[in-house]
């Protein structure tokens, strides 16, 4: 092709414009390519298990001898091809026995996992469809590794954001719909800071530097659409300057969201305090196309019906929750923890 010519095409907008549209295409086309086999493919594991528990319960001297023996035989005719192992072949004969049929089973989050994601349920919750089916749709919605899903399996997700007698907020008296539900969903009791590996006793200002060492940790934490602005942000306000103590900005609710840090006991003023930060946040820092900005309140630990009787009057929208630091280790473990020293060096860092 002549050189003039693959330059014009170059700066030519109309050609840029069709070429991203292709490239668009193509990736959604491949992504559909990979759900669609991975699809076939559970189905198949699906299939398989349900013949393997149909022929046990009639072939009653095909014992645990005859998964094995299946196992080496199609791994022998098909040499490299992973998935069928012996433990493989148990999963999908589990698989099959908590989705007695295929039609029920294709209707399920589950059914659209990739099988490591789903060996993973199948392992952790084989009497609890109810949190497998939850843990399954959050992952399709979040795009979670197995490795993340793992995380928030083992910090109880479910029971510190899916249970709604956990929650504290006003969301969905103050924010218009469909923000508020979100808003409501995303909030967790309490909120693991497991990471940290600071003490009770640590002050409000040593957790939040500590949190902003470990900002990666902290964000995944926090949920899917959190980005970091700032710790620490200076608001002024009649000449006297305040600062939020730590500020986000959620890219799926599209609305800039103030955390405040109290390591202590929640107290009914402190809504007050978040309140007029909020105030202060709208007026200077919202952009006329963000939706209403809200507030989280994290404390060291909450009664559920003062922090409600607080916000029943309080036109801000905010949220308040607890936090948890380092829980119990056992003794084996102890000696892996960073010395006082070590947190001492970070949390210095952190001020300079």
């Not at 589950?110 to 392992?123: F, I, M, T, V, Y």
Request: charged share 20%; with cysteine.
């Amino acid at each position: 092709m002549d050189q003039n010519l693959t330059n014009a095409l170059l700066i030519d907008k109309d050609y840029t414009a069709f070429l991203n549209e292709v490239k668009t295409r193509l990736k959604n086309t491949q992504l559909r390519a990979a759900n669609a086999v991975n699809t076939h493919v559970i189905q198949f594991y699906w299939q398989l298990g349900h013949d393997i528990l149909r022929l046990q319960s009639v072939k009653h001297h095909w014992g645990s001898g005859f998964i094995t023996q299946l196992s080496q035989d199609l791994q022998a005719t098909h040499p490299g091809l992973s998935g069928f192992s012996k433990r493989s072949l148990e999963y999908m004969r589990l698989l099959a026995s908590l989705y007695p049929s295929l039609e029920t089973f294709t209707q399920q989050p589950a059914a659209r996992l990739p099988w490591s994601h789903l060996q993973l349920l199948l392992d952790k919750y084989k009497q609890d469809a109810t949190r497998r089916e939850w843990y399954a749709a959050q992952t399709i919605a979040n795009g979670w590794s197995r490795s993340t899903l793992n995380t928030h399996i083992k910090s109880e997700l479910y029971e510190r954001q899916g249970l709604e007698a956990h929650k504290v907020s006003n969301y969905r008296e103050q924010l218009p719909s469909p923000q508020s539900d979100l808003a409501h969903e995303m909030l967790k009791n309490p909120y693991n800071f497991d990471f940290l590996t600071l003490g009770k006793e640590a002050q409000e200002r040593d957790i939040e530097r500590a949190l902003t060492i470990h900002i990666r940790d902290f964000l995944l934490e926090l949920g899917t659409g959190f980005a970091f602005v700032g710790t620490q942000v200076p608001i002024e306000v009649d000449g006297e300057v305040f600062f939020i103590d730590i500020l986000f900005y959620h890219l799926k609710l599209r609305c800039f969201i103030v955390c405040e840090i109290k390591a202590k006991k929640f107290k009914p003023a402190d809504v007050g305090q978040l309140s007029f930060y909020l105030a202060a946040a709208v007026s200077q820092l919202r952009h006329q196309d963000d939706n209403p900005t809200i507030g989280i309140l994290l404390c060291e630990s909450r009664s559920k019906i003062i922090a409600e009787y607080a916000l029943k009057n309080t036109n801000a929208p905010i949220g308040v929750s607890e936090y948890a630091l380092a829980k119990a280790l056992p003794k084996e473990l102890s000696t892996t923890l960073p010395t006082i020293e070590v947190i001492e060096a970070q949390l210095n860092d952190a001020k300079e």
